[in-house]
């Protein structure tokens, strides 16, 4: 505003009129103060007197130095007007000197408007003062106190840093953001250098209480001092988490196994009323959200979903929770290959064992050879497997079937080599033995050459019902001689010489001919306990088969039922 108009403002027209008409000198004394005044306002603004465009530089300042000399001499002058003015009348000199203070005032003014504008201060120290003078952090943000605090929340899962299973304990690392409007962190950009966003401590202003339900542990989480404000109010906290929270972890389906772990967030204090909480962004975005995620580790993350919901307590308020189920998969090929692998490998090795002869002891030792080399592996792999309280993995029980089927498979072949190995001391086969296994199990087994095995030896069974006491056998070899000596008689053999008197034999033909009687007798046993073996033989032979087939049926149905669970664990 022009000086002229702030003495206005001040003095009546009627009053302005009357001095300037009574003491022309005062009417000089104003022209010439204004006139100073606006050339004063002039040089602070830039301009100079007399100069023109096109000038060269030296010119202009000659031109400035001369202007400004008169603009001196000027000033001399109006000096002694108002000394005149003043000498000439008391109340017109206390009038002029009023205006001569107003002068001043207006120029001290006008300075310091111009030093708040062009900024002593920094802007930010200034906006930042302005909101934290006094601020009440311990109050919520609301002008309004029925008026709720909506807090907007999004996580982002950065990596799954370990599973306990033991402990039922899960560890996350996790980008936590959190958006609120607080009410008495509001500016006019304009008045603050257009300053849109500013940072502030997180520790003097008011934060909401939201806390993770399953926290078991403090993790090791950096400390992130600040926040940002926007002009409307806006809040934005934003800051990673390392998460150890509780996980009910069923490892059943180990190492094909999908674990959902929740993060519950809410409000440990205050209820719905005073602090709800939302989702920042939209559900489909969240689930599906990987571009943080380090994907180089044992675990997969699947999705994310979310899900808000109230919570009550019987007796108490609702609080406002939001739940995130965060569903990952173990990645099953390092186990595949150092668990599974071996132990497939041990049972092909078993199965391969029962083509050795069944007669022979080296099929005895090669299965206590794989037995043992199980329970070394079963030992060495005991640290690898998850350890709980509440259940066994299927893969434990697959170890487990493995050892009985290995134990099975040795008592199978101890069982055939005891009936294959001295069968001199064995009695015969019982006939519905012979029935049942050397009939009837080689059809069902589809055995080609089955003649061999049907009891077709008659001389056996004879020689099986004689009896064998040595009386009966020496009566029955003599009754041979003798109808041995009258065949030959009627064949027409040489007459022997004189034969003794009826009822005596020579000595020498009663030792010949019970040496020639245990010859005999010894060729029957032998041939007697070699049927008896062979026999023996058959039927273990086909009891081997028997047993070899059941079991390889027992072990690929159940190879075939872990494949097929496990397959579709792992592409559920």
């Known amino acids: ?27 000089g004394f104003m022209r010439q103060l204004f006139l100073s005044e606006g050339r004063i306002e002039g040089r602070e603004k830039g301009e100079s007197w007399g100069s023109r465009k096109g000038e060269p530089a030296e010119e202009n300042q000659k031109t400035q130095s001369y202007v400004w000399s008169r603009w001196e001499e000027e000033q001399r002058k109006t000096a002694t007007l108002w000394i005149k003015a003043m000498t000439s009348s008391v109340p017109w000199a206390f009038l002029a000197l009023l205006l001569f203070t107003f002068k001043f005032q207006s120029e001290a003014s006008r300075k310091g408007n111009k030093t708040t504008w062009n900024g002593t201060k920094p802007a930010l120290l200034q906006l930042s003062d302005y909101l934290l003078t006094h601020y009440k952090k311990g109050v919520r943000p609301v002008q309004d106190w029925r008026r ?3 807090v907007a929340i999004d996580v982002m899962v950065y990596a799954i840093l370990s599973v ?15 958006h609120w409007i607080d009410e008495f962190l509001r500016w006019n950009p ?13 520790e003097s202003i008011w934060v909401p209480d939201i806390l993770i339900n399953e926290f078991v542990d403090m993790g090791k989480s950096p400390d992130i001092p600040y926040v940002y404000v926007r002009s409307h109010g806006e809040v934005k906290n934003l800051k990673p988490i390392q ?26 204090l205050h209820n719905i009323r005073d602090i709800n909480i939302s989702l920042w962004r939209q559900p489909e975005l969240v689930k599906f959200d990987k571009s943080v995620f380090m994907n180089q580790g044992e675990w997969e993350l699947l999705y ?21 189920y965060v569903v990952i998969r173990r990645r099953p090929l390092f186990y595949a290959v150092n668990l599974l692998l071996p132990s497939i490998f041990l049972m092909v090795m078993d199965i391969v064992g029962f083509y050795l002869p069944p007669d022979s002891g080296e099929r005895v030792s090669f299965k206590i050879t794989l037995l043992l080399g199980y329970s070394v592996f079963l030992i060495i792999v005991s640290d690898t497997l998850p350890a709980t309280a509440i259940g066994t993995p299927l893969i ?10 290995l134990v099975i498979s040795l008592t199978e072949t101890i069982l055939i080599v005891r009936l294959v190995h001295k069968q001199d001391l064995q009695p015969h086969v019982p006939d519905w033995v ?22 077709s030896r008659t001389q056996s069974s004879e020689i099986s019902r004689r009896p064998e006491d040595d009386d009966s056998t020496d009566k029955q070899n003599h009754y041979g001689c003798e109808n041995l000596r009258e065949f030959e008689r009627a064949a027409g053999a040489r007459p022997a010489p004189a034969s003794p008197v009826p009822g005596e034999s020579s000595p020498v033909a009663d030792s010949i001919l019970q040496e020639i009687a245990a010859i005999r007798q010894f060729l029957e046993k032998r041939d007697e306990f070699r049927d008896i073996a062979r026999e023996w033989l058959q039927v273990g032979y086909v009891l081997d088969v028997l047993l070899f087939r059941a079991y390889l049926v027992a072990v690929l149905a159940y190879s075939i039922t872990l494949g097929t669970l496990w397959s579709v664990w792992q592409y559920a």
């Not at 899900?307 to 995130?324: H, L, N, P, R």
């Not at 434990?396 to 089927?405: D, H, I």
């Open 1 to 27: 505003m022009p000086p002229l108009m702030e003495y206005n403002n001040l003095l009546s027209p009627c009053a302005i009129s009357k001095l300037t008409s009574s003491h022309p000198s005062v009417l």
């Open 148 to 150: 709720t605090t909506n």
């Open 164 to 178: 306990d299973e033991k402990n039922q304990v899960l560890t996350t690392y996790i980008w936590y953001q959190q």
């Open 190 to 202: 304009e008045d603050f250098d257009n300053i849109t966003q500013l940072s502030l401590p997180t």
């Open 243 to 268: 998460v150890v929270t509780a996980c009910s972890l069923d490892i059943y389906n180990f190492p094909f196994d999908v674990q959902n772990c929740s993060l519950t967030f809410t409000s440990w």
């Open 304 to 324: 994310v979903l979310s899900q808000f919901q109230e919570f009550s307590v019987e007796g108490s308020d609702s609080y406002a929770e939001m739940k995130f």
């Open 396 to 405: 434990g029980v697959y170890f487990v079937v493995c050892m009985a089927l």
């Open 434 to 455: 012979k029935r049942l296994v050397l009939e009837r199990a080689t059809i069902l087994l589809c055995i080609r050459n089955r003649k061999k095995f049907y009891p």
